[in-house]
Structure formats: C-alpha cells, structure tokens
C-alpha cells in the first residue's frame, strides 16, 4: 500500500536554528498538511497545501514556519528560527482531494527536539 | 466547528468486541464522521467514515444514530494491536482546507 514518507526520523537541532522537515507524500496526492503533536497533547493542523499555495493556516503557523514543495515530490516544512516550544512530533498527510469525506494519509512523524 | 465528545480510555479483553462512543450533538447536516487511530509512536490512521448509513469496512464498522447525533465505531475482535488512540472527527466543510480538529480520543487498552 502506498505510504507517506518522513525524513529525518529524528531532528535534534539548538534554539535559532533553521530546520527542514522532509516527507514524500503518496505520488498522485494532490493535497498536503503538515500537523503536530507536542508530548502528551492533541494532535494539531498547522498548514494545508495545493498547487503550490497554502490554502489554509491555523494560529500556530506564524512567520516562523513555510511549507515548499521544491519538485515534483517532495513537501517541506521550514522552521526559521526554532524555539524551545517547537520540540514536538510533526506528521505531514496527503490526500487525493479536499472533499469533507476525504481519507488524510499520514507519514510516522519527524520528532524535533529543540535544546 | 460541531465538536465530539469521548471518553477518556476504554479497556478491552483480546478477541472481544468493542464499541467506542463518539457524541457529536452539535452535527450539520454535511459534516461527515470520520475515525482515524494513533498506534504508539505512529502517526494517525484512516479507520472509516460515514455520513448517515452505517459502514463496514475490513477493520471496523460504524454505526450511526438516526439522529446523527452519537455514532459507535465497532471492533468486531480486538487485537493486541488495535490498542491506540482512536479520534472521532467531523470534517470541516468542503473546500475548507480539510482540516482535521483532533481531539482527546480514546484510548482503548487491549487485555490478553
């Protein structure tokens, strides 16, 4: 069964650091998101993404963050200058539309840790 | 957004049926319910939805009340490794970036 992709598994990186966060989403998937997971809390929507715009942003998805997608298959969140607050799980999802009745396919997550 | 209301954890025996909760009295007419679960260190998996019918499919089944205002997912035998978080989500209206509002879920603890 086709996959969403995450690399690295694992980040570890120093506050004001920049940050890249990697996934290959399923090929013919039009539609991308990236959310997060800071331990033991919800699981949070930061960003979704088409046709290389954002379609839509929630709250936590400040100046700091951008979302590329720099071929044909790879999509990735940037982090400028991370904070301590920013350790956190980072799933990125894809799906084929954008429909109300849509599956979301998730990847296994990037955990950041930010010292 | 319409919000859903479950319970905080749930046990069950292996190779039993389990029925998770979900009430969402606040549902419009167009949201759809959606189910995803969180195995540990996983991120969330696509289980089912529904709109008004209930649903099968090979890993559950979801019963929707008439009223539209709870539904039950169906585990028909629990597995050691259905133990995760399981989120009931109603879909925010189409063309809205299909975002999903994760809540607390349940997690559902699976005895041998």
């Known amino acids: 069964e086709p996959e969403v992709t995450q690399t690295p598994s694992h980040q570890v990186t120093q506050m004001g650091q920049e940050v890249i966060l990697r996934c290959v989403p399923i090929?013919?998937?039009?539609?991308f998101y990236w959310y997060r997971q800071i331990l033991g809390q919800k699981v949070e929507f930061l960003v979704s993404?088409?046709?290389?715009?954002?379609?839509?942003k929630s709250e936590i998805f400040d100046d700091q963050f951008s979302v590329e997608r720099p071929d044909g298959s790879n999509f990735t969140l940037k982090i400028r200058s991370t904070k301590l607050e920013d350790s956190a799980m980072y799933f990125c999802?894809?799906?084929?539309?954008?429909?109300?009745?849509?599956?979301?396919?998730f990847g296994s997550g990037t955990q950041l840790s930010v010292l | 957004d319409a919000k859903t209301t479950q319970p905080n954890s749930m046990e069950s025996n292996e190779e039993e049926p389990v029925h998770l909760p979900c009430n969402h009295s606040?549902?419009?007419?167009?949201?759809?319910i959606h189910w995803y679960r969180q195995l540990p260190s996983q991120g969330p998996e696509y289980v089912i939805h529904?709109?008004?019918s209930n649903v099968n499919n090979r890993m559950a089944s979801l019963a929707i009340a008439e009223d539209r205002k709870s539904s039950t997912l169906i585990l028909h035998r629990a597995t050691l490794r259905d133990a995760a978080v399981y989120y009931c989500?109603?879909?925010?209206?189409?063309?809205?970036?299909?975002?999903?509002?994760f809540g607390g879920g349940t997690r559902l603890m699976v005895k041998p």
């Open positions: 999802a894809s799906s084929e539309a954008q429909r109300s009745f849509e599956k979301l396919f």
């Open positions: 090929s013919n998937h039009l539609y």
């Open positions: 993404f088409y046709n290389n715009e954002i379609s839509e």
């Open positions: 606040t549902i419009s007419g167009t949201d759809y």
């Open positions: 529904g709109l008004t």
């Open positions: 989500i109603l879909s925010v209206r189409d063309n809205a970036g299909n975002m999903l509002t």
